[in-house]
């Protein structure tokens, strides 16, 4: 048995033999895994058996601290309740769909009296259908023009929380012929929810009942002689007819399908489903997945699966799959025997489409990091050849000194790694050995203190370490770095005036020219540690200033100085606080109080009552 944790211990006691989910937490009290389980007892204690297990589920192991479980009353409900924690949790080891923001959805705000259309981004489920990601967004723009004449619903942000009418006019959208007014109360609620049940009808792809209602509008319309209205009828037909057009028959199947797509390399994997209404491929819906790189492909196809079905509110007629997915049974009864594994036919070709777009689609976001990667690795390329450095200096720290007021000296030292900023990394030091302004002194403490900082913490050991200066602070940064463990660590000047490099031993400098990317990423680190160290001196100096302020009053000790300070974060904050806020802070009492508040307030001292004599 794996050894663990008093709270893990006394928890395995009590197990129970039934259906449940669990979650494995770590010593943080985050919640780093979220599985499900027939049996919750058998299921946890087998990880913590001596057993061999895969790298992912060790490496899960070395981390769980704590365990929270919950029974629930069959496996179906597990499935959910799986899949509802993994969304809002995000825990480290279960896989997660990828939040991807590039594909909008449409929304209906059917929670809304008189439901809105909105096209959006942001898939939040509450109060909405949500209908897509659409990944051609350009032709959804177009099919929401044709739609905006067809069923005309509002798209406006007017507040109509009830039937009175609250508006005088309605927008242009209604002279237009793009929204009924509901407004201002030109239609009713029930003719309003037909339109609205049509749309939604139709992004379900229900396109044979909608057409029929349609025309029994249309005959209605034209037995009355309103053929004005008919004629909308008809004109709503001919457009919901040249949409349908668009879309290519790859099948004569009139059920609902899903035809699910997939395909992993490495970290990269994603997920497509491809909605096949009536014969037709709706759209496409792309999933990129993470956390996929210590799970097989059969885990990263159901856990996709159990992701993707327990957010949708109705299931297709079929489900095809590429491939069989982990836990096929389980998933299969919980999908109601909708899964379906093609072997010949059409629907083996179907598939096939879906597994080539989701392998574009992982060869698009291969190439998109790459690109990214160029961006970063390419001035750090650059660096080492210019430089002729001994490696790619991944990891750069760059030392800068500022004085000001002629003896008050800080130094900075920031941190790049891959090129980005890693602010954890940061440090800055008061110089302490050095009298009045001497940048050479003060660099030379720096380094030796950085060096004492690496002694520390190794992950602080830069590739190359960058000096803001000439030849000479460089010469006092190289002394003391000689005489220390990390002589080997190479080190460079960048003096501002005409941004040139020098190397140690070299008379010469050298210039890159002004739009070299090597260039760029060593002045934005130069920049930054300017940044830096002017910071902390503002900080020091806002510091010293508060701190002045409250020590001249006469009677407050630094204890006092340190308390108020504490709780209340600034002078100015004590300034506008009341006696009763002050006198909460434990260790002030009242006299203290009404002593400060004076003092800052420039009122004279007031008097107290003999109970604050005590
Ligand atoms: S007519 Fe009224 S309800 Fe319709 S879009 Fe304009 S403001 Fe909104």
């Known amino acids: 048995m794996v050894k663990t944790t008093p709270q893990i211990a006394v928890k395995l006691r009590h197990l129970p033999d039934q259906p449940g989910v669990y979650l494995w937490k770590n010593s943080e009290h985050q919640i780093i895994y979220v599985g499900k389980a027939l049996n919750l007892a058998n299921r946890i204690r087998s990880y913590l058996t001596d057993t061999a297990k895969d790298a992912k589920t060790e490496q899960l192991v070395k ?4 365990l929270e479980y919950i ?27 990828k939040d991807d923001k590039r594909y909008p959805f449409i929304k209906i705000t059917v929670n809304e009296l008189y439901p809105r259309i909105i096209l959006t981004r942001d898939l939040q489920k509450e109060g909405g259908r949500y209908f897509g990601p659409f990944t051609d967004a350009k032709s959804l723009r177009r099919t929401l023009r044709l739609l ?35 407004c201002v109360g030109y239609i009713s ?3 309003y929810a037909v339109l609205v049940n049509q749309l939604i009808g139709f992004f379900q792809g229900k396109y044979s009942e909608i057409m029929d209602d349609l025309r029994n509008e249309m005959l209605k319309a034209s037995e009355e002689m309103q053929f004005e209205q008919a004629a909308k009828y008809r004109d709503r037909l001919i457009t919901i007819e040249k949409i349908r057009k668009r879309q290519t028959v790859y099948y004569t199947d009139q059920r609902n399908i899903d035809i699910i797509g997939y395909y992993q390399e490495d970290r990269n994997a994603v997920a497509i489903v491809m909605r096949m209404i009536d014969g037709k491929i709706l759209h496409q819906e792309n999933y990129p997945l993470v956390n996929v790189e210590r799970s097989t492909g059969e885990e990263t196809l159901s856990a996709f699966i159990r992701l993707y079905y327990s957010q949708k509110d109705e299931l297709p007629d079929e489900i095809l799959l590429p491939s069989q997915p982990a836990d096929y049974e389980d998933l299969n009864a919980w999908l109601k025997n909708r899964l379906i594994l093609p072997q010949k036919g059409d629907k083996t070709k179907l598939i096939a489409i879906a597994k080539r777009n989701a392998f574009h689609l992982v060869e698009e976001s291969k190439l998109a990091h790459l690109r990214k990667a160029s961006r970063t690795i390419f001035p750090i390329q650059e660096l080492k050849e210019k430089l002729n450095l001994p490696k790619l200096p991944r990891k750069i720290v760059c030392v800068d000194i500022s004085t000001i007021q002629g003896s008050d000296t800080v130094s900075s030292a920031v941190f790049f790694e891959n090129g980005k900023p890693r602010k954890k990394n940061y440090r800055h030091f008061i110089i302490r050995t050095v009298q009045g302004q001497d940048d050479f002194a003060s660099m030379e403490e720096s380094i030796g203190r950085f060096c004492l900082e690496i002694d520390k913490e190794k992950d602080l050991q830069p590739d190359l370490i960058v000096i803001d200066g000439g030849k000479g602070q460089l010469s006092s940064a190289l002394k003391v770095l000689k005489d220390t463990t990390y002589s080997q660590i190479p080190l460079i000047s960048i003096a501002k005036r005409i941004e040139e490099i020098f190397l140690p031993g070299r008379d010469e400098s050298v210039r890159l020219a002004k739009s070299s990317p090597a260039l760029r990423l060593i002045t934005n680190i130069r920049d930054e540690a300017h940044r830096f160290a002017i910071n902390f001196h503002r900080r020091r100096h806002s510091r010293s200033a508060m701190v002045s302020e409250l020590i001249s009053i006469h009677g407050i000790g630094e204890e006092t100085m340190f308390l108020l300070l504490k709780s209340m974060g600034s002078v100015e904050a004590i300034r506008s606080s009341s006696l009763e806020q ?27 009552n003999s109970a604050d004599q005590h």
């Open 148 to 182: 905006e004449w067809v069923f005309p619903i509002r798209n406006c942000t007017r507040h109509i929380a009830d039937d009175r009418i609250r508006y005088k006019r309605p927008c242009i959208n209604y002279q237009l012929g793009k929204c009924p007014a509901p």
């Open 582 to 608: 002050l006198t909460s802070i434990k260790g002030i009492g009242e006299v203290t109080a009404r002593l400060v508040l004076d003092f800052l307030n420039n009122r004279s001292p007031s008097t107290t």
């Open 71 to 97: 029974i629930v009353n069959n496996e179906a409900e597990a499935f959910l309740l799986e899949a509802n924690l993994i969304k809002e949790h995000k825990p480290k080891y279960n896989i997660l769909l």
């Open 63 to 66: 981390n769980i601290a704590d």
């Open 189 to 191: 609620r029930q003719e």
